[in-house]
């Protein structure tokens, strides 16, 4: 394995990140901006981009946005491939998503929520991850940082696609660390519980349990200096998974469909 000097000081130089626009893809670039690196900077609404990018500029950053739909996989492999072509990525934060509840009554999300999260939260994430693997095992070093839900180790009937395609995109981060750990890269999964976002509020969640975006990054950016393969916060949601899978099945499913009233706000 390559030893590389800024990895092991846990300096990146390039860093991309998606969902930049927004709550944590913001909170993220605006922490990883200083002098000598370089944020590549994604999202849809290239004023909000651009709002973030002038953050990170006054930080002493080069920052370039790049606006894009997610829901495009192939347009976003190829933006991917031409920001490779400008140089190596050394952090990949893939932190773009779409939350959702199943609507006022609804049995469940509509069909047209699994194609579009799926895609958005999975499908495109994904294929960006895999192909950063393999680009970075080439290089013998790189950094990967999925950010997927502690709700992927729940099966939430108010909220199945979306809980559904987190827990795809666990099981995706969870392989592609296990291969290409041999050939220095890293790859990190992060499962956050509710913090106070644009995309958390839309499900209301207790006070308690929610935390700001710029504590949330703050956590992951340390998990990634350390190597962890996975961060799950806070702490409680490791403890529910537990409880999730000890529990007998008809006493959980029972307890899952008492989560019902917390759709109530739901759009
Ligand atoms: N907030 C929570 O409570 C919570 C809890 C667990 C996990 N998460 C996960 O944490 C991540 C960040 O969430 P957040 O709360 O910070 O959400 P947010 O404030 O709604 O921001 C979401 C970001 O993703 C981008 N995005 C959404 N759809 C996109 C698309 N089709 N193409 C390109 N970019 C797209 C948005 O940018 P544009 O709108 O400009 O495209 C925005 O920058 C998500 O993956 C979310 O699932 C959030």
């Not at 992951?220 to 529990?247: H, K, M, N, S, Y």
Request: net charge positive; aromatic share 4%.
């Amino acid at each position: 394995m390559m030893t590389d000097p800024d990895q092991a000081a846990g300096r990146r130089r390039r860093i991309l990140v998606t969902g930049a626009s927004s709550g944590l893809g913001a909170a993220l670039a605006r922490h990883h901006a200083a002098p000598g690196r370089t944020l590549l900077l994604w999202a849809r609404d290239p004023a909000r981009l651009e709002a973030v990018a002038a953050d990170c500029r006054r930080a002493g950053a080069t920052a370039q946005v790049r606006s894009l739909d997610l829901a495009d996989s192939a347009a976003a492999l190829a933006a991917l491939a031409a920001e490779e072509a400008g140089g190596a990525i050394d952090l990949a934060i893939l932190a773009a998503g779409l939350g959702d509840v199943r609507g006022r009554g609804r049995t469940v999300e509509e069909a047209v929520a699994v194609v579009r999260l799926g895609l958005v939260n999975f499908v495109t994430p994904g294929a960006m991850a895999a192909e950063l693997a393999e680009r970075m095992a080439a290089r013998g070093r790189g950094d990967i940082v999925l950010i997927g839900s502690a709700a992927a180790a729940h099966s939430l009937p108010f909220a199945a696609a979306y809980a559904g395609s987190k827990a795809g995109l666990a099981r995706l981060a969870d392989a592609l660390r296990v291969a290409v750990a041999p050939r220095g890269v890293r790859v990190l999964l992060v499962e956050p519980g509710p913090f106070d976002t644009p995309g958390g509020r839309l499900v209301p969640a207790p006070a308690w349990l929610t935390r700001r975006p710029e504590w949330v990054a703050a956590r992951i950016a340390r998990a990634c200096e350390r190597g962890q393969p996975r961060l799950t916060l806070p702490r409680f949601f490791a403890a529910l998974r537990w409880v999730d899978r000890l529990l007998p099945r008809r006493a959980r499913d029972r307890l899952l469909r008492a989560l019902a009233p917390h759709q109530a706000d739901a759009p």
